[in-house]
């Protein structure tokens, strides 16, 4: 190796100074993420799942793949980094030691691989970054526009890999022009571009190749550097994000955190700015990469609400970045002061520390910034409230981010600390808690559909000690809504002509509170979720059957957090266990073919993932059906807009999400739409009313009470 | 066999309908008993007085000032107590009137016994009043029994249906017990009719009109029939009302008002849940509609199946025609 | 403003009611209980003046057995300061009596108003607010569906009567009766179902006076068979006329 020259210790002093810079950044940037107090599980659970996740999601970028043109793009980008970096860091140590090369430590073969691959991802990173300029300067696709969106930067950063390229292909061509060192490698694009140079001197070969290498270093290290200050931290955080995150598991899909509604002290409930939001959620808004994928899905943001998930974490990141300086500052400031009053956090605190900063004289514009907050000067009610819960963009956010926790946050604060909500959930929220149902339907009348059916109370088959083999949890539509009712029966009709043994609870089932706690109101939420477990614990059930996607979600996935684990078994599964083994006596004939678009409940598709179960019942209960599905299906299905509370909540603004989605469903030519949730049923029912169109919309339990042998239904009925 | 004093209510310089029902119920409990009337109001409405003899009452005590054109509760309370005591009646009838509830219960306490309230028939039960008057909003039915002498009693309008005897009543003036100049609380203002649409809270009776009218036009419909009843308040379901056909604040139901009138006529609306929660406890619920297996039938007191192009403007003929003849 | 707010707790109207065993009473059994509507419009308009005033104390009363303390602190959840339950075993019928005791606990409070519901839903007699007045010698209004109290000395309401509404002005201290209208009762945020448990709720012998009015029986009104379809087409109109003027007699 050569001795060191001027130029090495030129360039280790930049070194230097550029890694100590990174390193404040990430550190700031890290202290940043401890502000945010709020109630977080552990992360380190379940690692098997999370290393895969990280491998799936990360590194073989699944969830980026499943847009078919950005995704390809973008993987291809992420793929050339991580083989580049091992380049880059043979390129930095060049810089400070004379003459360094990977050459000198791999045995030929591999080292030709070595060189082979970095000129040839060096080129596809060129390739497909131009591409993505030229998306976004020309076909500006719409998920990438919007509020909140960088859109200058997005092109300067995307210019700044494309340098990088640039200059690194440049130095291969003058190496390879100049034979200098790197001949044991292979280095075709290098070799091409080198011909180029042939006819210029050693002295501007050399020239040449080391302007284009302290252009390509010094470009890597401005780069490494700006990326904390840019959209495009998600290149330093989404691995990390991607690992920690629980959106595909770890832990139970879709479940909302439990709340403890006793804590001594709490001054606020819910998020009401990033001190209130878990420290996960805030590295959320780090790993944004503001590709808009969540808002695309999103059938608030499609039917021209204010909603868009993509804001609610751009938004978090900037508030973040926003308010803590100010709060580092303040804590540097109140440090000697305050020391023994530090620790316990300032979760809520204007008080605690703000005495101490009145000692320095407080700056008015400062405590301007800090007295704003998240909710209102960021979010607005109107967007909150606006979320079905669909899930969907959690679904398809490619680095794993959790919207959908920050907005039901959010949402608790409104309710629970600032007794905010629209005026229509009052009467829902007085009827669960006082009828036990989000209706104000008189709880005598629960079990009115059962009438003259036979079919007993848990109470009354434990009088005779007796256990069913399965309860049949109803649900609050299944009890009082007319239509929903027709389904009720179309299902017990199904058991009983199957032989199940079952039960229902009759009048001692109530509301479990899911629809509360969607809508943020985490107190009334435990009280009848609490409340129903006791019920299904007194009566030691095991398994339960259930109609409702939402029902089958909360005491499914959600009553464990109360001591409540049954199997749970939406009617679907169900129907299609008992159809698969010959248990339901079903008419012999084909009968009709219809034309069936089956509708997915993001409750059972999303949350779930109950998919196939639902169509593999279609297609038992009607053998020569033709299924159809429409545009956006499976776990891409689009939200009937009943979720997330909005079935008690107005729709003013935009087009209704159920007029949208029954569009999608009768344009696949359907003459019967399938649904599997009797929320779905009253939406898309009424999309169909308002379309005026004919088309025929069933639950499951119908279609398949329908094809029922003439016996049977005799013997049921 | 005892004497009533029956406080008949004026507004504008006239009696209105409940001062002859309450001279009517005092009339019924009074037996052979003379039954007095008292009326206040600003001089001049001693010429109307002798008006209640017809119903039974044998003198009429007109109490006039100019502080009497409006409600005065203070001084007319102080001054039925003081004709309670000083005529020595067994009781004293009120109409559960709006101004006729605020008097009660201050006779009664200044009398110091208790009251019967908003009763639908009374009668004497040897030294009691028994009287029926329904609680838990009407669901309820509770037989009372007061002992109290004197009984203060109010009766609920409509219940005692004024019957003629034939008889004429003296008119005699009578000086107010306090000074009615001095009440401490004062009435300022009285807003006759409501000539601004009636607010569907407070509507007697609410008609709704549905997807079933298929256009916004044909709420017009709805309207005659609204306007038929006179105090009637046009509603809306919420289809109707997304639809942009009548504005949002028309909606009846779950996520609009809740509304529980005394009846409730649902023309073209079939019935859905959110619709149900916001009206289903009005007291008589009429339902017009196409389809007989409308959800809308399961609720509803009478139902008619039919079009309501057809069905509504003949009940709206119907309806003028039966409160002409009023 | 010192504001005393009497309120009572009533059963769930929404359901069938059971006469019970004695006759005398509903079945109580399996009853949801909850303020009286009116008395949660007392109780907001009550907040609601002295969150435009500031400051001030706000009380709520309730009279009965210890059952009323779930709905007292219900009112303290909603932001009401304190709560005083008058304890005794049963409700009287008689609002004379339980006008006698509301009056002793309020008269030595300095109250700069005192609020009722219009009426208790339950025994619908619209007679305490009034009573309670006579007896403390207070100015009284009566079924305001709004309120205006802007300074401590004097108020304006408005009444609704048959058809009309008038304009009332009064001085305070006073006792004033509420009809909806006024205010929607707030929803208790978890915050103020938290509060509410730390607040005090004082528990005093109810001094009530002798009862003159007494339930001697009660009974459910004759059933109208609901869900009726009396007939297809116009020429039903007739019909339905009658029944609405006999039967249901709302025409
Ligand atoms: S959950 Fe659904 S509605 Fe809510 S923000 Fe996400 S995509 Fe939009
Ligand atoms: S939250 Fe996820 S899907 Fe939405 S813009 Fe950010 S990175 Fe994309």
Redesign the pocket.
Known sequence: MEQMTAGNFVFAAILLGAAGFFSYNAQRLARYLQFGKGAETSRVTEMPTRLRNLLVIGFAQSKILRDPLAGPLHAGVFWGFLVLTVGSIEILLQGVINGFSYDAFLPKPVFALYTLSQELFALLVLGAVSVLIWRRLVTKPKRLQGPGTHQAEAVFILSMIAGLMVTLLLMFGFASARQHGMEPGLHPVGGLIGRAFGGLSDGAQFAGFAINWWAHALLLLVFLNFLPYSKHL?VLTSLINTFFSNTSGPGTKGAMKPMDLEAEGVEIFGAKDIEQLSWKNLL?GY?????????AACPANLTGKLLS??KI??DTRARLLEKAPLLVAREENAAPVAHAAHGDGDAHGHTATGEHVAVAAPDPAIEALLGKSLLDHYITEEELWACTSCRA?VQ????S?D?LEIINEMRRNLVLTESRFPEELLPAFEGMEQKGNPWSFAPGDRAAWAEGLEIPTMAELAASNDTPDILFWVGCMGSFDDRAKKVTVAFARILKAAGVKFAILGQEEACHGDPARRMGNEYLYQVLAKAAVETLNGYKVTTIVTHCPHCFHQIGKEFPQWGGTYEVIHHSEYLERLLREGRVPMDEGDGERLVVAYHDSCYLGRYNDVIDAPRETIRRALPIVDLVEPARTKDRGLCCGAGGGRMWMEEKAGKRINVERTEELLATGADTIAVACPFCMTMIADGVTAKGATADVLDLAELVAGRLAPEATASAS | MANFLAVAEARNGELRKVAHEAVTAAKALAGGGDVHAIVFGAPGIAAKAAALGECGASKVFVVEHDAFAMHNPEAASATIAAQVKAGGYRGVILSASAHGKDLAPRVAAKLGVGMAADVTAARMDGDAIVASHPVNTGKVVSTITLSANPAVVSVRPGAFTPAPTGGSATVEALASAADPAASRVKTTGLTQGNTAKLDLGEAPIIVTGGRGLKAAENFKLVEDLADAFGNAAVGATRAVTDDGWRPHSDQIGQTGRLVSPDLYIAVGVSGAIQHLAGMRTSKTIVAINKDKEAPIFKVADYGIVGDAFEVVPKLTEAVKAARANR | MKIAVCIKRVPDMDVKFKIAASGTAVDETGLKFDMSDFDGYAAEAALQINEKLGGGEITAICLGPDTVGETLRKALSMGIDKAVQLKCDAVPFDGYAIAQALAAELKGGNYDLILFGRMSIDSSNQSVGPMVAELLGLPCVTAASRLDVSAKTSGTAQRELEGASETVSFPLPAVVSIDEGVARPRYPSLKGIMAAKKKPLEVKPAQLGAATVTVTRMELPPERNAGRIIGEGPDTVPELVRLLQTEAKVL
């Open positions: 998600h959320d790993s944004c990469t503001e590709c808009g994928r969540c808002t998930p993509r974490v751009v963009c398809e956010c490619p680095v981010i919207q």
